[in-house]
């Protein structure tokens, strides 16, 4: 029996699909967790709306562990100049270590963790180191966090269980390009003249090969008075940081 042009055709499509289908089968399954690891550069270590390295530059890297059941731990670490603008202190680097977990619900993602701030030699009391719980949800572009310290917050004395509730969302524009608006107000536990609110429009850029770059506009209504550097500056001025990063 002879095959005619439409079967022969026919049979030769069934036979990519098969290809296709036991390729897809047998491709390289999800690994059980990624390694990954990033350093940068900012014009001003802002965070929170406050400047950390007064008004000037600031180096920062960090180490992530991701586990495909939701598991994370991290560790982030920037160069920093506030602390030894204060009596007594003596820090010049905050290393930052957490861990969580995220998953979703239906359409709602969640992500609740803990994340400590460690200032090695700070010297000040109370200690400018802080522990804080959050957690997250997602849905769409936007995202609700709120994070409460379980200590005294950033050396503020008898500021247990002070909060900050944050608003982001991020958007892609398309060609590596992205913008994230953000609000958050920081309430700092019977020290109310030090609470405020921040904002901030960041535009990032993706350079390719791991590299990255942002442009932020930040600013903060905490009071001049109270954040300035020795020199009378207000550290929660409305500014444009810039940023690059290098991930790998």
Do not use: C
């Not at 940068?40 to 709306?49: C, Q």
């Not at 536990?189 to 429009?201: E, G």
Request: no cysteine.
């Amino acid at each position: 029996m002879k095959y005619s042009s439409f079967s022969k055709l026919a049979v030769a499509a069934a036979v990519v699909v098969v290809s296709a289908n036991a390729l897809a089968q047998t491709k390289a399954p999800e690994p059980d967790y990624t390694l990954s690891f990033n350093a940068g550069a900012v014009t001003d270590y802002r965070y929170r709306g406050i400047s950390q390295s007064r008004l000037k530059p600031a180096l920062q890297g960090g180490v992530d562990f991701a586990h495909k059941s939701g598991f994370y731990l991290g560790a982030w670490g920037s160069t920093i100049k506030w602390i030894k603008d204060i009596p007594g202190g003596d820090a010049s680097v905050e290393v930052d270590v957490y861990g969580g977990y995220k998953g979703t619900v239906g359409d709602i993602g969640y992500d609740v963790g803990l994340l400590t701030y460690q200032y090695p030699s700070n010297n000040l009391t109370p200690s400018a180191n802080t522990t804080e719980v959050y957690g997250a949800v997602t849905a769409g572009p936007a995202t609700l966090k709120y994070s409460q310290s379980t200590t005294n917050l950033f050396g503020f004395a008898n500021s247990k269980n002070s909060y900050y509730l944050d608003l982001s969302a991020g958007f892609d524009l398309g060609n590596g390009w992205n913008v994230t608006p953000h609000i958050g107000y920081q309430s700092v536990k019977n020290n109310s003249a030090f609470s405020y609110t921040d904002y901030a429009v960041t535009v990032g850029k993706d350079l390719g090969n791991g590299l990255s770059a942002s442009a932020a506009l930040v600013g903060t209504d905490a009071d001049k008075a109270l954040y300035v550097t020795p020199a009378g500056k207000f550290t929660g001025r409305t500014a444009l940081v810039l940023g690059i990063k290098y991930s790998f």
